[in-house]
C-alpha cells in the first residue's frame, strides 16, 4: 500500500488523508503558548506541549473509537510534539516573534514527519 505523505500511518483505513499530525502539531504549540504565559522553563514547553498534544488526540481517538489510541499506534508522535515545542521556546527565547515563531514551530513538526516518511528514518519512541 502507498502510505505517501499524505496518508494515515497506522490506521486500518487504507488511503484516508491523516489529519492527527495536524491535531498533535496544534495542540503542541497551543500547550507551549500556555506554557509562554505562564512562563515555565524548557522542561515545563516540553510537558505541557506533549501532554496538551497526545491528550487531545486520545481524546480524539477515544470519542471516535479508535482502539489502540493514536500515540500507542505511533509513539513518534510524541517526538513531533516534543520538536513543536522546543523549536517555539526557542525562537521566542532568542527575541523571534510569536507570529513568526508558531508557524515555525508547525512547519518543524511536519518537517520532521516528512523527512521520517520520505527518507524512512526511525523516530525516536517513547511510551509503549
Given at each position: 500500500?502507498?502510505?505517501?505523505?499524505?496518508?494515515?500511518?497506522?490506521?486500518?483505513?487504507?488511503?484516508?488523508?491523516?489529519?492527527?499530525?495536524?491535531?498533535?502539531?496544534?495542540?503542541?504549540?497551543?500547550?507551549?503558548?500556555?506554557?509562554?504565559?505562564?512562563?515555565?522553563?524548557?522542561?515545563?514547553?516540553?510537558?505541557?506541549?506533549?501532554?496538551?498534544?497526545?491528550?487531545?488526540?486520545?481524546?480524539?481517538?477515544?470519542?471516535?473509537?479508535?482502539?489502540?489510541?493514536?500515540?500507542?499506534?505511533?509513539?513518534?508522535s510524541i517526538s513531533i510534539s516534543i520538536l513543536a515545542s522546543v523549536v517555539y521556546i526557542g525562537l521566542r527565547?532568542?527575541?523571534?516573534?510569536?507570529?513568526?515563531?508558531?508557524?515555525?514551530?508547525?512547519?518543524a513538526g511536519f518537517g520532521l514527519r516528512a523527512a521520517a516518511m520520505v527518507y524512512k528514518l526511525v523516530l525516536?519512541?517513547?511510551?509503549?
Open positions: 500500500m502507498n502510505r505517501g505523505l499524505l496518508f494515515v500511518t497506522g490506521s486500518n483505513k487504507p488511503n484516508s488523508v491523516d489529519f492527527s499530525l495536524t491535531g498533535i502539531v496544534v495542540f503542541s504549540i497551543s500547550g507551549a503558548l500556555l506554557a509562554a504565559e505562564k512562563k515555565l522553563d524548557i522542561l515545563g514547553f516540553i510537558l505541557v506541549g506533549a501532554v496538551t498534544s497526545i491528550g487531545g488526540g486520545t481524546l480524539r481517538d477515544v470519542l471516535l473509537g479508535e482502539v489502540p489510541v493514536s500515540w500507542v499506534r505511533d509513539p513518534s527565547q532568542f527575541g523571534v516573534d510569536e507570529s513568526i515563531a508558531i508557524p515555525c514551530a508547525f512547519f525516536p519512541r517513547f511510551g509503549a
